[in-house]
């Protein structure tokens, strides 16, 4: 039996055929037309859905179900898109609209939580019962599992915890209030401290990285970083603290067997991610008398979208 | 069939049998003797469960079990006290020793998670799926319920939410590090505030309301506030901000129906929650479009405890 996993971004929409054993056997994409209103989008992922039958020579009778991981507030018990700035969805009833087009199961969830369910399933949390998957990126996506069930949170509203608080009357964050963890620790933070860096240290060879690598990225205080440079030094010692801080009150909150982490900057290596465990094990409640959580990177890459919503159908 | 819930504290051991209908009929008291070890302090639960069933003229065979209450790093599924620093235990096995004594099924959980069973069992929360207790006093305890199942946290370790760090290299918390939540939001933290204002406010109304009360408490602020005092005013205003921040970061994580306050704060009454229940509407994730928690007040108020412990009991 085989599931679809779709992965709805702002950009594009992707999906895979998966077997039992999460290998993904056919893939598709198609741009995401977010300006006609979620009918199209459904109407493309079920056109993905026929794409991939046909090329795998199925029917929908050969599948479980589809799973969709869809950034934002979701209420997966009713299947609707409560809200999503980026897909401009506002209590988007995906799984109605999408049963116009199949007789199949259909399940949907935040797409962090689908990170983390298919990370715990086919990935670095393999047989793991608790876990806290961090993706970070543009923003920071969270997802909880405890006990093998994902914490999606009360009213249907998935966990949100880039937006717990580390700074009061801190950093301004994109959801308009200050002091939020992804107003610290997500790589559009990191850039923005690497650029503030940069205009107070001339000298820094921070400045020449960055045009080496054509631009201010998410990379460039680390690589500067690994060649000695001071300010950069400075950089990522602060970005590692604000990485840290988020992680330890999630982690006083839920003690998770293992923290996975996501997103670009975790490919930065298992240095950073040692960094960061190095902080969190020095200042978590009750270090000197409890067990403590391991950090590990994600595994899933590219993946990890498409596998964790077919997980949802799996699972369900 | 009754239970009996044990709420042990530094002070005193509290034990109480209960009804099916959360009726507390016999309640005897005892001192913690700490200095004796859990065996001990385990001695002197049995000796209470004998003698309310003695009181009650009933034997064993009439209970259900027990349930303790703990305050601490509690492993429930083994049932040993991983740590406590107000009992000095350190993996103490109280289920295997207070087997020892009694034949009855014995189950040990957090104080703050007991007191958030109580809660949705029988006070404020009752009938609620998913709750957040908050309880204000020394420190900041903290229980939390997710589809009706109490969040214990891996390894068998407690959810630390006074310790979610709100302020980077803020206050020096009891727990060694900066910043924590209860280090800004707990009585304790309350009085430090209040002492600070009163010695940059020399003309301040707190100095005189603090007189009349004998001493600075966790009253004292909000005393000279409702007379319109400005440097109380300034107090409260903020005292309200640092609880609400550190609510806002657990209500974006966990989006529970309702948050119940509870400790010796909460007896400030309805005016204090509504201050905390504006700010929490005005700064939490996603106010535009998702519904919010309501806050609500403790119910059980000192029953809470033993009722909270005998829950465990029942619902296991």
């Known amino acids: 039996m085989f599931v679809i996993g779709i992965d709805v971004g702002g950009m594009s929409i992707k999906a895979g055929l998966i077997d039992d054993g999460g290998h993904i056997l056919q893939k598709e994409v198609c741009p995401t037309v977010i300006t006609d209103g979620y009918q199209r989008v459904v109407k493309d992922m079920a056109g993905l859905v026929a794409k991939l039958c046909q090329k795998a020579d199925i029917t929908e009778k050969d599948l479980a179900g589809v799973g969709i991981g869809c950034p934002g507030s979701i209420d997966s018990a009713n299947g609707v898109v409560t809200y999503s700035g980026n897909l401009n969805f506002n209590n988007a009833p995906i799984v109605r609209e999408f049963k116009k087009h199949t007789d199949l199961p259909v399940f949907i969830a935040n797409d962090a939580d689908c990170a983390a369910l298919g ?13 806290i998957m961090i993706t970070l990126g543009t923003g920071i ?38 002091g939020c963890w992804e107003a610290y620790a997500s790589a559009t933070a990191l850039i923005r401290q690497t650029k503030t860096a940069m205009a107070q240290n001339k000298d820094s060879l921070l400045i020449k990285v960055a045009e080496e690598q054509g631009k201010v990225s998410g990379r460039t205080a680390f690589t500067a970083y690994k060649k000695g440079d001071k300010a950069a030094t400075e950089v990522v010692k602060n970005y590692v603290k604000y990485v840290a801080t988020g992680l330890i009150t999630l982690i006083n909150i839920f003690r998770p067997e293992i923290v996975i982490l996501g997103g670009g900057i975790s490919n930065e290596g298992e240095y950073f991610i040692k960094m960061v465990e190095d902080y969190v094990k020095a200042h978590s409640f009750g270090k000197e008398f409890n067990k403590l959580c391991r950090i590990v990177k994600a595994s899933l890459g590219n993946e990890a979208g498409i596998l964790g919503a077919g997980t949802l159908a799996m699972i369900n």
């Not at 914490?151 to 608080?165: F, K, M, S």
């Open 119 to 131: 990370e715990t399933k086919y990935g670095s949390g393999e047989g793991v019962a608790s876990c």
């Open 141 to 178: 996506g969270t997802g909880f599992i405890y006990n093998n069930k994902l914490i999606q949170g009360g009213y249907g509203i998935g966990g949100e915890g880039g937006h717990i608080c580390i700074e009061m009357d801190g950093e301004l964050c994109t959801c308009g209030e200050r």
